[in-house]
């Protein structure tokens, strides 16, 4: 029986992995302008990391983990996010040791045991960046600017940011308890979920999307309301930070993230594209993790966004994603069968490419015209025509595929022929 690849997965294809690596590309480079440097994480991490980072009352933990036990014995887990990883790596390496701020970023698949649909899969890539040790709204302000400059650069459009806090352990419990007292005396029209949910995590009530949940939710006391004195303050501060960019969010009192270790800033960016996981962008302040997974105290701010999701709206907004790489030469033969053609044919494309000019050749052993078409259909601009006599004469017979003009180059002055043409065109 043909096997296939697991339900949730994707493999990205030539045709769409050129536009990832461009992606990436922006992706790194505005982080790197950011002054975020780039971290590796490890695939797997041991299950209590998330259990406890995440959060056991979490979608994630709760039922979206891949988890295992290994050979050794351990409950090992395949990473669903990468922020408790990063804080982990920053406490285990001792990178805020000094009391120096972290910048870092990361991109690579994430895991989670999800119902596949558009947007949502079982294993998915992020770019997910992190700004750890300070505790200045000036740090929200940095994350939250970086991931839209990362988004105007790959020139989406029309997204929406949404924002919100969340309070943190000195106003939370007082707010929690509001919302506890508010949910218990609206309990009918509420999901079997939320009913679930109220005592355990009753601020995840606010998220559902439930049509009857929502319209009880529409109601409940807002976080806002009820901050303490600090946390009022930072949010009033990262507003302001926002506003004096010019950068246009909308207050949503009802966005509290699905992450449990949230505390103050909660944000998303958001995309119409996308139908219902209509999130590119998710993230927030958490300065309670580090502490969570057995860590010193430790300030920190991020956001993860999701690579498919970025992709779609890119593809739906028809954005560009710069230069598709192709060969620049195509080197086909007169005569396959022909030996010495065809060895000369294989030397010149591998003369071609150490030269760093991108060059094929057809193995193929088909006709000249064949041969010619594909060069043709392959958009390069030049054929480079080897046959006995081109052998003999020690040249190449260069077709201009746009003007049809043909030339004889020696062979001896070719790499020299291509570089100062593709530089006078301004090719790359
Ligand atoms: P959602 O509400 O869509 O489930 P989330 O709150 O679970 O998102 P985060 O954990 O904040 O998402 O992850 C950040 C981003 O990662 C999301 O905004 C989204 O772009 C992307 N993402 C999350 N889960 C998936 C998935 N299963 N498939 C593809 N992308 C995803
Ligand atoms: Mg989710």
């Known amino acids: 029986m043909e096997i296939k690849a697991p339900r949730g ?21 505005t982080s790197s302008d950011f002054g975020y440097s780039e971290v590796h994480l490890p695939i797997f991490e041991h299950t209590e990391l ?52 972290v910048k870092v970023w ?28 300070v505790a200045s709204p000036m740090a929200d302000a940095d994350i939250i600017t970086l991931s839209i400059e990362c988004f105007r650069r790959l020139g989406l459009r029309n997204l929406e940011v949404v924002i919100n806090s969340v309070g943190c352990p000195a106003c939370r419990p007082a707010y929690r308890d509001k919302l506890v ?10 999901c079997e979920l939320c009913l679930s949910r109220i005592e355990r995590n009753p601020l995840r009530l606010l998220d559902c999307k439930n049509e009857n949940c929502s319209r009880i939710t529409d109601n409940a006391p807002a976080s806002t309301e009820n901050l303490c004195g600090e946390c009022s303050e930072h949010f009033a501060a990262t507003i302001k930070l926002l506003q004096e960019s010019e950068i246009v969010y909308k207050y949503d009192k009802k966005l509290v993230r699905g992450l449990d270790y949230y505390t103050k800033t909660a944000y998303e960016i958001l995309s ?41 709206v890119m593809e739906q907004q028809q954005c560009s994603f710069g230069e598709e790489p192709k060969p620049r030469v195509y080197v086909i033969s007169h005569d396959s069968s022909d030996e010495t053609v065809q060895k000369k044919v294989y030397n010149l494309t591998m003369k071609l490419r150490k030269n760093y000019i991108a060059a094929e050749m057809d193995l193929t052993g088909r006709s000249f015209k064949s041969q010619l078409k594909s060069a043709g259909s392959s958009g390069v601009r030049f054929a480079c025509i080897i046959g006995p006599e081109e052998v003999r004469v020690n040249n190449v017979s260069v077709k201009d595929l746009t003007s049809g003009e043909q030339i004889s180059v020696n062979e001896d002055n070719i790499i020299e022929y291509f570089k100062i043409f593709f530089e006078q065109k301004g090719c790359k």
């Open 9 to 29: 997965v994707r493999d990205i294809l030539p045709e769409e992995s050129w536009k990832w690596a461009y992606i990436l590309n922006v992706l790194r480079d």
């Open 50 to 101: 998330f259990a406890r980072g995440v959060g056991d009352t979490t979608d994630i933990v709760e039922k979206e983990m891949y988890t295992f036990t290994d050979r050794g014995g351990r409950s090992i887990t395949l990473r669903p996010e990468a922020t408790a990883s990063i804080v982990r790596l920053c406490i285990e390496h001792n990178l805020s040791g000094s009391g120096a701020p």
């Open 106 to 133: 990361t991109a690579g698949p994430m895991f989670r045991y999800e119902r596949p649909q558009k947007g949502r899969f079982r294993q998915f890539w992020q770019i997910d960046a992190e700004f750890l040790g």
């Open 181 to 190: 007292k508010y949910f218990k005396s609206n309990v009918s029209g509420l």
């Open 272 to 312: 119409g594209e996308l139908g219902s996981q209509n999130a590119v962008c998710g993230g927030g302040r958490y300065d309670n993790l580090s502490e969570t997974i057995g860590g010193p105290r430790l300030h920190g701010v991020g956001f993860a966004a999701g690579i498919e999701r970025i992709a779609l």
